[in-house]
């Protein structure tokens, strides 16, 4: 199996390199799993790095606002026109559907605009992020102010840092700027790089002391808020403490992480990077697999993280009392699942995609093909003990591009579609079902990560499986969303170079 090297850090550049180039990530590819490591093993330059078509697609800013607008004490400086700011009090609302009563602390987002207009595109926008920054300060006296950078102000060569610079020494607040421009990489996830560096350049200190029950848990938008509450009680009753980030993190606490006995992942596609930085500037270590999903990658994830806490014994006597609450219920599904003729076609991130077949294929089912929203090199390890467990199926990149997915669905005809709510699909095609939810779902069957979640996905599949009136019906009573032509053509990356 090829070799991974972790992206290379170099916390003296404005932000990190994007994702093209430090981790060779692709968003479009289709064909066999096994071809697929053919080709990293080999070497080989994979296919498809860029499209020259797209229907839709994702921003970088999009990426960084919703998960750095929840630190609690700070102020969000959106640097661009008033349009990139829109949907961010969106995200308020989907907060605040938390209960309290479930450990949802009382916030309030703090978002500005520099408002950015076409005069200031030929004049330049400092003065005006100055003055946003000094009006953060003067209405909301925060902890921290968290600039944002679209491609307006990049485009315009806008010196955020000198602004900065020229700032900082006279106001405590720390000001943390990201380079999140969406012109900058065609791999939206390279924002979550470029918050990281940001972070752990200006806001992270140097650790006053190591804190052993300290967990750092890198936990991207697609970790419930169930899922939280879940692994906050697993680990109380081990004697450790979770620290989410930047989940409503404070900003004293994200100076802290620094401190921590271990980061640990969720989705490496996520948390890589800073999980290096973390490393690189601070000697915190972490490990970079397996994510918390299933029993078997829950124990090793568990396991890993008592090398660094000491915390062994009382690990393996969660372990085992984890598997006397789950193992019997996971053999009923296996029996209630036995001898069911149905395949399963899989729409989700990195770290599910390489779970969930396995899952299925437990279950007695069949996985007709995985879709990801990019391919990272670094899964080849993990794709290639699904393919020596579940053989070979297909594998789709496509970042968000609903008529590819429709057409391999046509193609596949699977009886159950298990996406998640990023991956593009508007319109139900078959069984469809999510697979995860937004990160303020607190619902018990969102809740799939760590030992019973599998209990909760499995649920999931099985309610799918029992009542496919409804999506029976859309599917006979609605048209396809494309046109009979699209659905003829052989290649569902047609139009990925065209």
């Not at 390199?17 to 994979?46: C, H, M, W």
């Not at 450790?240 to 989705?267: G, Q």
């Not at 991130?349 to 069949?366: D, H, N, S, T, Y």
């Not at 990160?439 to 599998?454: A, L, N, T, V, Y």
Request: glycine share 6%; net charge neutral; proline share 5%.
């Amino acid at each position: 199996m090829a070799n991974f090297e972790a992206p290379k850090i170099i916390l003296d550049n404005d932000t990190s390199p994007k994702r093209e180039d430090s981790l060779n990530t692709i968003k479009a590819y289709s064909g066999k799993v096994s071809q697929f490591l053919d080709d990293v093993n080999a070497g080989r330059e994979l296919q498809w790095k860029d499209r020259k078509f797209e229907q839709t697609s994702q921003c970088m800013l999009t990426q960084v606002v919703n998960r750095v607008l929840t630190i609690r004490d700070s102020v969000l400086v959106i640097h661009g026109p008033v349009g990139c700011s829109q949907g961010s009090y969106g995200y308020r609302e989907l907060y605040r559907n938390v209960p309290l009563q479930l450990q949802r602390p009382r916030f309030q987002l703090n978002i500005l605009s520099t408002n950015l207009t076409e005069g200031d595109i030929v004049f330049g926008g400092e003065k005006k992020l100055k003055l946003a920054i000094e009006t953060a300060v003067e209405r909301y006296n925060p902890k921290s102010i968290i600039i944002a950078a679209s491609c307006a102000s990049g485009i315009m060569g806008d010196d955020i840092e000198g602004v900065v610079e020229s700032i900082q020494p006279n106001i405590e607040a720390r000001i943390i700027p990201i380079h999140c421009e969406g012109f900058r990489s065609e791999i939206s996830q390279s924002g979550f790089d470029a918050t990281a560096h940001a972070v752990v350049k200006y806001l992270v200190k140097p650790p006053k002391r190591k804190q052993k029950d300290l967990v750092n848990i890198i936990a991207p938008f697609s970790v419930t808020w169930a899922d939280r509450v879940e692994f906050t009680r697993l680990f109380d009753k081990v004697g450790l403490r979770p620290r989410f980030i930047p989940d409503f993190a404070t900003t004293e606490e994200l100076m802290e992480i620094s401190e921590a006995a271990v980061t640990a992942p969720t989705c490496p596609s996520y948390g890589l990077y800073l999980q290096a930085a973390l490393k690189e500037k601070f000697g915190v270590p972490y490990f970079r697999e397996p994510a918390p999903l299933g029993l078997t990658n829950t124990k090793e994830w568990f396991r890993q993280i008592a090398k660094h806490t000491g915390k062994e014994r009382e690990i393996e006597s969660l372990i085992a009392e984890e598997e006397a609450y789950v193992l019997p219920k996971l053999e009923e599904f296996k029996k209630e699942f036995k001898g069911v003729d149905a395949s399963v076609f899989v729409s989700a991130g990195q770290a599910r995609a390489v779970f969930i077949p396995k899952f299925v294929v437990e279950l007695g089912m069949k996985i007709a093909g995985v879709n990801t929203l990019e391919l990272d090199p670094y899964i080849a390890t993990e794709l290639q003990a699904v393919y020596d467990q579940v053989g070979d199926f297909e594998i789709h990149a496509s970042d968000i591009q609903p008529f590819e997915q429709s057409h391999m669905l046509e193609k596949m005809k699977p009886d159950l579609y298990t996406g998640c709510p990023f991956m593009g699909l508007y319109k139900r095609e078959g069984g469809h079902v999510r697979n995860h939810s937004y990160r303020s779902d607190f619902s018990i069957q969102s809740q799939q990560f760590s030992f019973r979640g599998i209990l909760n996905y499995g649920n999931v599949i099985q309610r799918a499986l029992k009542n496919p009136s409804l999506n029976k019906t859309l599917r006979a009573k609605r048209p396809r969303p494309y046109k009979d032509w699209w659905y003829e053509q052989e290649d569902v990356l047609k139009y990925a170079n065209e």
